[in-house]
């Protein structure tokens, strides 16, 4: 099956720094890449997702980059500000179907003021 | 609109104990899928199903039962709970052509 690795496991920042968050997946019939965001206590929400036919997508602070022949993408966060610390996952659809998602283990993002 | 309804929101259990939690969304969500989430692994998917009457196996589906009767309701079944059952459960859907799930709040069962 899909396995889906994630690095860093842990990643602090300053205030206004950028932060990048990498995975790398192993099955190349996955062609579905979203990002979660889960704060404390919190259910995991979709920030940004990127599908195979396209190699980035940006939505203001957030950018996602897919390389297909490496099997890894990133999230990019730019501008980090307080509430952006959270853990974040990445996830692969698996399978060859967009609907069974294997997560990474996520990355504890704490953005420092 | 609800979303994505999961209840109970906390449950103790003793072990041997069986235990339904309950899903339900809103959205005419084709898929609907079983995450557990424990520190340190991430959201491990337990089941999933692509609509009524279709469910399938995930990653760790050994001691759950599903069932999709309806496209509302999507339950978990506990058959009989264990310790290393103790763990936050997340249940999600989402729709053909838009693949990004929407979670419920979770539910954090111990078993004891």
């Known amino acids: 099956g899909e396995n889906v690795e994630q690095h860093p496991s842990t990643l602090s920042v300053q205030e206004g720094d950028s932060a990048v968050i990498k995975c790398t997946y192993s099955d190349s019939a996955s062609n579905y890449f979203p990002w979660y965001k889960q704060e404390l206590g919190k259910r995991p929400q979709l920030i940004i997702d990127?599908?195979?036919?396209?190699g980035e997508k940006k939505d203001q602070r957030i950018a996602v980059t897919l390389n297909k022949t490496a099997k890894h993408f990133s999230l990019h966060i730019t501008e980090t500000q307080p509430e952006d610390s959270a853990v974040y996952f990445c996830?692969?659809?698996?399978?060859?179907?967009?609907?069974?998602?294997?997560f990474g283990k996520g990355t504890l993002l704490t953005v420092n003021p | 609109n609800a979303g994505v309804t999961q209840t109970p929101k906390f449950q103790v259990l003793k072990t041997g104990q069986s235990m339904t939690l309950q899903c339900a969304q809103d959205?005419?969500?084709?898929?609907m899928s079983w995450y557990r989430q424990d520190p340190g692994m991430g959201l491990r998917l337990i089941h999933y199903s692509v609509g009524a009457g279709i469910t399938d196996q995930g990653e760790v589906p050994n001691g759950y039962n599903v069932s999709r009767s309806t496209t509302e309701d999507f339950p978990l079944r506990l058959l009989s709970a264990a310790p290393s059952q103790t763990s936050v459960y997340f249940c999600a859907s989402s729709s053909t052509g838009n693949y990004g799930y929407t979670f419920g709040s979770g539910t954090r069962l111990t078993v004891v």
């Open positions: 959205m005419n969500h084709e898929y």
């Open positions: 990127i599908r195979s036919n396209v």
């Open positions: 996830a692969a659809a698996s399978g060859g179907s967009n609907y069974k998602l294997t």
